[in-house]
């Protein structure tokens, strides 16, 4: 089953597009079959992944998967990378936020989109928008945990607690296996001693949730979307690339013991009455 992680902060430009196609790319990269979900009606993962949006059929995109007009599957397609999908958004997503808000289990629609091709993918990557409405609320609701990617400014942690109330009404109402991915800092630039006292203030706060590898501003990052490429596909060199590998290591890391730990006690054939296998 593929795990579910949803890329979220309700600011905006923080970084969730760039972390999660090069994120996706780069566990792509280490074989493991990725998909991005493009949740945002801006459609920016959608265009960084090379998909040419005038060019999609405007009929097979997120939004008709979302309110169950086509499955998700025929929504898919393939990109640049080997091991890399995306399902598109166009603008027409922005219409699901109020359209879906008198139907039946609003909450889920993605959840119950996605079902079908979950069992195809290692991990699935859901690029949320920078708010909390209805498609934040069922990119949560639809994930097994959550990625909150932060920028390294001033006003960083601002915001983060309206998140994190929200992710606990969802835990409490919708989704109670929920967790937490980490935290992952972003745009940081060493020479800036404002962003050097915010990584520290997040670190002392959330502790071993933020991931330690930090995201660097990086021109590269900024200029591989305009082309349609993930940065490994565009400056393999650069510090940028170098980072996302690195994140994408740490979330293999946290992920992988996991699983293979109940594989092997799987095939050991351990039985373990009352033990959850984890
Ligand atoms: N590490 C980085 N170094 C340099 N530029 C970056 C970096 N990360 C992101 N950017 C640039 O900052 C801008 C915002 O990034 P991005 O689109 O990933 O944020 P976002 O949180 O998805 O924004 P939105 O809330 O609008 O969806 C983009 O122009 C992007 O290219
Ligand atoms: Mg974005």
Do not use: W
Not at 40 to 59: E, I, Y
Not at 80 to 93: G, I, R
Not at 159 to 165: I, K, M, P, Y
Not at 170 to 179: A, C, D, E, V, Y
């Amino acid at each position: 089953m593929g795990k579910i992680i949803a890329m979220t902060n309700q600011k905006g430009g923080v970084g969730k597009t760039t972390t999660t196609v090069n994120l996706a790319a780069s566990l792509a990269i280490a074989d493991k079959r990725t998909l991005v979900i493009d949740f945002d009606p801006q459609g920016n993962a959608t265009s960084a992944l090379g998909v040419d949006r005038s060019k999609l059929n405007p009929n097979h995109t997120v939004y008709q998967a979302l309110i169950g007009q086509v499955p998700m599957s025929q929504v898919i397609v393939a990109t640049e990378v080997d091991s890399l999908f995306v399902a598109p958004a166009t603008s027409d997503l922005a219409g699901a936020e109020i359209e879906l808000v008198s139907s039946f289990a609003r909450e889920s629609k993605l959840k119950a989109s996605i079902a079908e091709i979950r069992s195809q993918f290692d991990f699935i990557l859901i690029d949320c928008p920078p708010s909390l409405g209805l498609l934040s609320v069922n990119a949560l609701t639809a994930a097994d945990s959550f990625m909150v990617p932060l920028q390294t400014e001033f006003f960083a942690l601002e915001g983060l607690s309206q998140l994190l109330n929200t992710v606990g009404l969802i835990k409490m109402n919708l989704n109670p296996g929920l967790q937490e991915e980490g935290i992952v800092l972003t745009m940081f630039d060493g020479r800036n001693n404002l962003a050097n006292e915010v990584v520290k203030e997040v670190r002392t706060h959330f502790g071993d949730k933020v991931f330690e590898t930090v995201i660097p501003r990086n021109v590269r990052l900024s200029e591989c979307s305009s082309f349609g490429k993930p940065v490994l596909l565009y400056d393999i060199d650069s510090k940028g690339c170098l980072a996302y590998l690195n994140l994408a290591k740490e979330v293999l890391g946290r992920n992988q013991p996991k699983v293979e730990l109940g594989a092997l006690r799987q095939s050991q054939g351990v039985v373990e009455s009352g033990a959850q296998v984890i």
